[in-house]
């Protein structure tokens, strides 16, 4: 890009590749100050190209998303505290819905030790994390496979998502505006989410904060039609009073402050909180 330098440059690339760049880690990497590298990340947040986060920065991307496995290290930590949170919520016996994000695989991979539960999913990966677990019994949507997730998406997959009424269903998102509507990249993808979300009894989403600070074109859903949301830090306070008015649950898996965006440089804020935090 016009107006790089070379190490700006060399940064956008990583953080392409991987997802994420973390200050520490760059200014090792370059032999250069912290502070240097916070300039150059806040020099690539002006152009839009990144986003901050705590001690770092993401892909900053409104019509695009990022690569499926680079969306593997972004928050990561998170996603698997949101994950072991999501799942302890949901009880033996049961029958859920679980689509597509690296998130709601988190969920997959913590509802290894349940029981007698009825898994439907358009996600080939969640079907392979769960289909080996003798008291889970997995139903694939059919239909045409995306090559670069394993998403299953179609009209075949939505047919066949209708033909049940679950009990819980397990939603990630790309994006969350600050009227509280969950955004996506792939209209197809979101047609499956909508079938999802309109045949179960339960709606959780499961979101990492960093999907508060990006932007995605196509219309999911409203905050108002799930019933749990989890997430890994505090909401700002517009998203909080939707989620108050409207009776939905915010599960918080870690204790954060109530910001992760890095703007000084301070250092990272807390680890994972032992049990979840639960926010009426």
């Known amino acids: 890009m016009a107006g ?53 920065a993401i892909i900053a991307s409104g019509v695009e998303n990022l690569a499926y496995e680079a969306r593997r290290f972004v ?12 799942a302890s919520r949901i009880p033996n016996g049961c029958s859920l819905f679980i689509n597509i994000g690296t998130t709601t695989e988190e969920v997959a991979s913590a509802l290894t030790s349940h029981e007698d539960l009825l898994v439907i999913t358009n996600n080939l990966n969640v079907a392979m994390l769960l289909y080996r677990h003798p008291r889970i019994e997995v139903i694939v949507a059919g239909g045409a496979v995306r090559r670069a997730d ?23 998102a790309s994006a969350i505006d600050e009227e509280g509507a969950l955004l996506d990249f792939d209209y197809r993808e979101v047609q499956a989410a909508q079938a999802i979300i309109a045949n179960a009894r339960s709606v959780m989403l499961v979101a990492d904060s960093t999907k508060l600070r990006r932007s995605a074109p196509v219309r999911i859903a409203h905050l108002s039609q799930i019933q749990t949301f989890v997430t890994d830090a505090p909401l700002p306070a517009g998203l909080a009073n939707i989620c108050s008015h409207r009776g939905i649950e915010v599960v918080q898996a870690m204790e954060k402050p109530a910001t992760d965006i890095d703007d000084s440089g301070g250092e990272p804020a807390s680890a994972v909180a032992p049990t979840p935090i639960r926010v009426r």
Request: proline share 0%; net charge positive; hydrophobic share 45%.
């Open 4 to 56: 790089l330098s070379h190490r700006q440059t060399e940064i956008l690339n990583i953080a392409r590749a991987f997802g994420r760049v973390m200050v520490e880690d760059l200014a090792k990497r370059f032999e250069v100050s912290a502070q240097t590298i916070r300039k150059d990340l806040n020099d690539l947040c002006d152009q839009r190209s990144l986003t901050r986060i705590h001690g770092g």
């Open 150 to 172: 394993g998403a299953v998406i179609g009209s075949t997959a939505i047919s066949l998502i209708g033909q049940f009424k679950v009990d819980y269903a397990i939603i990630g």
């Open 75 to 86: 928050a990561a930590e998170e996603k698997r505290a949101i994950g072991v949170a999501a």
